[in-house]
């Protein structure tokens, strides 16, 4: 569908790029010729993904480690990728999400989702965006919501709330940044299984499991097909788009709403099996960042 060397002579940042959706789209760009930056909370794993990608592929893939909600942090590491060059593209991937009941969220796993999401989000993108400024660059980046932008997301109320706002600020950018030729998109995938969300939004169950049953298509997203509609909004394919959020879900969120109503339906003793499934997923998670 792309030219081989679509993405060459571009660099682009995908934020939380070491692992699942963002590493698949991060392979996918350096596969099209893109120098790449990647960054993630845990060091580590973002090297690893680097060297991986770079024995796939070959090219340049540069990794950080640092916690997007610092915004300090975030501002230095895009100036130090500016060093090299000014980026041609961003990807706003970094998030985190779990299933709650609301009445049962504390204000820090609250915090957790909103400062990721809604802060960390509008760092990364005013670190990029005023040096392209500055610099008389065009760019273009695009976020990954979520379809409950349209319709709320009940038992996901941080991550509803929080991506509404990133929407928010597509299109609030994709006209304040028009005339500097900036171009600001969104992306608002279904369930694309990845290990660690779907343990923390499905828990006990297969990834893709559940999506599969409710979908009209009858299955989850792929991660090709993620990566080809980024590819697509990252590219000068057509550059006069921008301000828009497209739903890629398999008509999921038309259908049935694309979020977690049915679960109004569990237990006391439903939730509190989910809570610890979830525990237990942070638990390693924290154990293998250490």
Same mark, same amino acid.
């Given at each position: ?21 963002? *590493? ?26 680097? =060297? ?47 299933? @709650? ?6 204000? *820090? ?11 960390? %989000?509008?760092?990364? %993108?005013?670190?990029?965006?005023? =040096? ?10 695009? @976020? ?27 299109? @609030? ?57 980024? %590819? ?23 259908? %049935? ?32 960042? @250490?």
């Amino acid at each position: 569908m792309f030219q081989p060397d679509l993405f060459k002579g571009k660099r682009i940042l995908v934020t939380g790029g070491g692992t699942g959706l963002g *590493r698949g789209m991060a392979e996918k760009f350096l596969a099209l010729g893109a120098d790449l930056y990647i960054c993630g909370r845990r060091q580590g794993v973002c090297e690893e993904t680097a =060297r991986e990608l770079m024995d796939m592929h070959g090219g340049s893939v540069k990794a950080f480690g640092l916690d997007i909600r610092d915004a300090q942090a975030v501002d230095g590491m895009v100036a130090t990728i500016f060093e090299d060059g000014p980026l041609s593209g961003l990807v706003n991937n970094a998030a985190g999400n779990f299933i @709650s009941r609301t009445q049962d969220l504390s204000p *820090r796993g609250f915090d957790a989702i909103a400062n990721i999401v809604m802060h960390g %989000t509008f760092y990364v %993108t005013q670190a990029v965006g005023k =040096r392209w400024i500055a610099g008389g660059h065009a760019g273009s980046v695009v @976020s990954i919501v979520v379809t409950w932008v349209e319709n709320g997301g009940p038992f996901v109320v941080p991550s509803a709330m929080s991506k509404a706002a990133v929407n928010t600020m597509t299109k @609030s950018l994709a006209t304040e940044w028009g005339g500097y030729g900036i171009r600001l998109n969104a992306i608002a995938p279904g369930e694309i299984p990845t290990e660690g969300m779907s343990k923390r939004l499905s828990p006990g169950q297969k990834p893709g499991e559940r999506t599969a049953k409710v979908n009209p298509m009858g299955r989850a997203g792929t991660m090709e097909e993620l990566q080809n509609l980024s %590819t697509f909004l990252l590219s000068d394919g057509c550059p006069w788009l921008t301000g828009q959020t497209i739903m890629m879900d398999g008509g999921g969120y038309l259908a %049935t709403g694309g979020n977690f109503y049915e679960l109004r339906e569990w237990t006391d003793e439903q939730w509190r099996e989910a809570r610890e499934a979830i525990q237990a997923q942070n638990e390693k998670d924290r154990t293998q960042r @250490s």
